[in-house]
Structures are given as structure tokens and as C-alpha cells.
């Protein structure tokens, strides 16, 4: 196996560990760290290869979506602390984070109303392209009939011959 065979799948490797260290942290010195990769080296390959540019775009969505997981977890089921007194644990509470829930609630009501927007300009996009599609469909039937009407067409001269144009014998 060639030199550039063994980096090419050491590389690999290292590529697939920091894009599963993104994936779980999304921030990318950590995960270069963890994946033994300096921060330059990722940069590049994300500069310079498409296919990893997009595999790391992937690695934040998920990243992102993960901590939003978290973050509506801790909305939701609030999140420990422990009380102490005099250097001693004598207590824990659950808080909850009222303004971390609203700020959630408040992106995901603007998220649905942009996917809402989205959905109906799509709409109005397909109607267009019906109502198109059926103008195009009725020229293509009046093509039609007109070509039709133009091989069927009986000269007055055919007329008086016995009153329709010659039809090929079958």
C-alpha cells in the first residue's frame, strides 16, 4: 500500500471522528481536538472538499438540533440545584427557566408561520404551473382538432366526384 493510500484513509478516519465530535458538540476546536486534527487541517479539507463541506453542514444541523433537544428538555422538566447550608447539602430544588421557554415557544411560532408562508407560496406556485399546464394541453388539443380537420378537409372538387375526400383502402 502506498504512503498516500495509508494518509488518505488515516485522514478518513480522522474526518469521520471530528464530524461525530461536531455532530454531538458543534464546535468545531473541540472537535478537531478530540479527532487529533488541528483546526487549519479541517478548515482545508472543508475549503477544498465538497463532499466533506457538505457532511460537515450535516454534523451542525444535527449539533444544533441536539442542543434544542436539550434546551426544550430543560424548558420543560426544569433542571436541579442543589441547596446547601453551611457546607452541607441539605436540599434540592427543580427550577424552571420561564424565559429560556418563552424565547423556544416565540422561535418555534416563527419557524411554523415561515413554513406556513413557505407552504402556501408553494401553493400558489402549483396552481401556476396547473393552470399552465392546462393552457398549453387545450393548444395542443386545437393543434390537434385543427390537423385533424386539415387531413379530413373535402375539395369541392372531390365534392362532385362522390362527395368525400379518397380514403386509402385498408
Not at 141 to 166: C, I, Y
Request: net charge negative.
Amino acid at each position: 500500500m502506498a504512503k498516500s493510500d495509508v494518509q488518505d484513509i488515516y485522514d478518513d478516519k480522522r474526518k469521520l471522528e471530528f464530524l461525530k465530535q461536531l455532530a454531538i458538540s458543534t464546535h468545531v476546536q473541540a472537535s478537531a481536538t478530540l479527532a487529533d486534527v488541528a483546526v487549519s487541517t479541517v478548515y482545508h479539507w472543508r475549503n477544498s472538499d465538497p463532499q466533506f463541506r457538505a457532511e460537515w453542514l450535516k454534523a451542525l444541523a444535527a449539533g444544533y438540533e441536539l442542543l434544542e433537544l436539550e434546551m426544550l428538555d430543560r424548558a420543560r422538566n426544569g433542571s436541579e440545584r442543589k441547596i446547601f447550608y453551611h457546607g452541607c447539602h441539605i436540599a434540592t430544588v427543580r427550577e424552571y427557566d420561564d424565559a429560556m421557554a418563552f424565547r423556544l415557544l416565540h422561535a418555534h411560532k416563527e419557524m411554523v408561520a415561515r413554513t406556513r408562508a413557505i407552504q402556501a407560496e408553494r401553493q400558489i406556485e402549483l396552481g401556476d404551473v396547473r393552470a399552465r399546464l392546462d393552457e398549453k394541453l387545450e393548444a395542443m388539443r386545437r393543434r390537434m382538432l385543427d390537423q385533424d380537420r386539415l387531413t379530413n378537409w373535402t375539395s369541392p372538387a372531390d365534392m362532385g366526384s362522390g362527395g368525400a375526400a379518397s380514403q386509402p383502402d385498408a
